[in-house]
Nanobody, 126 residues
Framework: QTGLMESGGGSVQAGGSLNLSCAIS??????MGWFRQAPGKEREGVAL????????SDSVTGRFIISKDNARGRNSLYLEMNSLEPEDTAMYYC?????????????????????WGQGTQVTVSS
């Protein structure tokens, strides 16, 4: 069974940066992603990576960078967050689809994800 563990959250002032990490126990996944959920709001997908190709939601394009590392036995996912805004305040989760070979290419791509970690809190103050 694959497990996901996020780290790297914290508190930062607007305009600052944070780097999130996700350690994934299990096989490499073709597609992995980051979601977030703010208080009182639904969980939303913010970034995903298929093989080496990233995609972003409109709200984070140009500010966040998703990457992964499968070298030397590592299976990790990262999210570099820059120019943070108070609206980015949320619990952030890394996520994977049901199968390692899933390509996350359906019309509702964020619905392809099935498993999430426990999350790491990001708080951005103005």
């Amino acid at each position: 069974q694959t497990g996901l563990m996020e780290s790297g959250g914290g508190s930062v002032q607007a305009g600052g940066s944070l780097n999130l990490s996700c350690a994934i126990s299990g096989p490499p996944y073709y597609c992995m992603g980051w979601f977030r959920q703010a208080p009182g709001k639904e969980r939303e997908g913010v970034a995903l990576i298929r093989a080496g190709n990233p995609s972003y939601s409109d709200s984070v394009t140009g500010r966040f960078i998703i990457s992964k590392d499968n070298a030397r036995g590592r299976n990790s996912l990262y999210l570099e967050m820059n120019s943070l805004e108070p609206e980015d305040t949320a619990m952030y989760y890394c996520a994977i689809p049901q199968h390692p070979w899933s390509r996350c290419d359906s019309a509702q791509v964020w619905a392809d994800f099935r498993y999430w970690g426990q999350g790491t809190q990001v708080t951005v103050s103005s």
